[in-house]
């Protein structure tokens, strides 16, 4: 399954709505999770099955869609939300990830 | 809390083999699931295996199927991963997250990665 994630990179201020946009090449109902990664740092985990937000993530993530269309949102973008996100998908194995999106502040 | 510390990395000749580790604690190691990713310099984070809390099976991504081995020791709560007949391509960090199933199974805390340098 190919996970196509767009865009590749977005610059945004501060409060802006930010929409990322994920695509599988099959239908993987719910099975997505969205990761931010800062360079140095572990990935952290935000969304899980497409919509639930992980415990300490703050509010102003989400995550909608189903089946080959997937989007992760910030309400209100935060100096610390400069970083890479990644999509990926665990309906079957290999569970790829998107090739990232760059938001830069 | 959950910590993963990843180990053995480092500077490697092309066609050697390396064998990277992951130490795990704050969890009950043996009945999670393991997975290793990598992050090439400059690119994009790629699956590369899992292995289940018992140690079978095992799954592999097609570019690294034959060469790369994933095995556990849940008496010392450490998930390897074997690297054999390496390239140049396999220059990366090397994260170990952690899967949580929920239903379906998703990778929830990682490492902070070992970088594995492949060159002459």
């Known amino acids: 399954i190919q996970m196509t994630q767009s865009p590749s990179s977005l610059s945004a201020s501060v409060g802006d709505r930010v929409t990322i946009t994920c695509r599988a090449s099959q239908d993987i109902s719910n099975s997505l999770a969205w990761y931010q990664h800062k360079p140095g740092e572990a990935p952290k985990l935000l969304i899980y099955a497409t919509s639930r937000l992980e415990s300490g993530v703050p509010s102003r993530f989400s995550g909608t869609g189903s089946g080959t269309h997937h989007t992760l949102t910030i309400s209100s973008l935060q100096p610390e939300d400069f970083a890479t996100y990644y999509c990926q998908h665990y309906y079957s194995t290999p569970q790829t990830f998107g090739q990232g999106t760059r938001v830069e502040i | 809390q959950v910590q993963l510390v990843e180990s053995g990395g480092g500077g490697v000749q092309p066609g050697t083999s390396l064998r990277v580790s992951c130490a795990a604690s704050?969890?009950?190691?043996?009945?999670?699931?393991m997975y290793w990713v990598r992050q090439a310099p400059g690119k994009g984070l790629e699956w590369m295996a899992v292995?289940?809390?018992?140690?079978?099976?095992?799954f592999y991504a097609d570019s690294v199927r034959g060469r790369f081995t994933i095995s556990r020791d849940n008496s010392k709560s450490t998930v390897y991963l074997q690297l054999n007949s390496l390239g140049v391509d396999d220059t990366a960090v090397y994260y170990c997250?952690?899967?949580?199933?929920?239903?379906?199974?998703?990778?929830?805390?990682w490492g902070q990665g070992t970088l594995v340098t492949v060159s002459s």
């Open positions: 292995i289940w809390s018992g140690g079978n099976p095992q």
């Open positions: 997250a952690r899967s949580f199933c929920a239903g379906d199974c998703h990778l929830d805390y």
């Open positions: 704050g969890f009950d190691f043996s009945q999670h699931g």
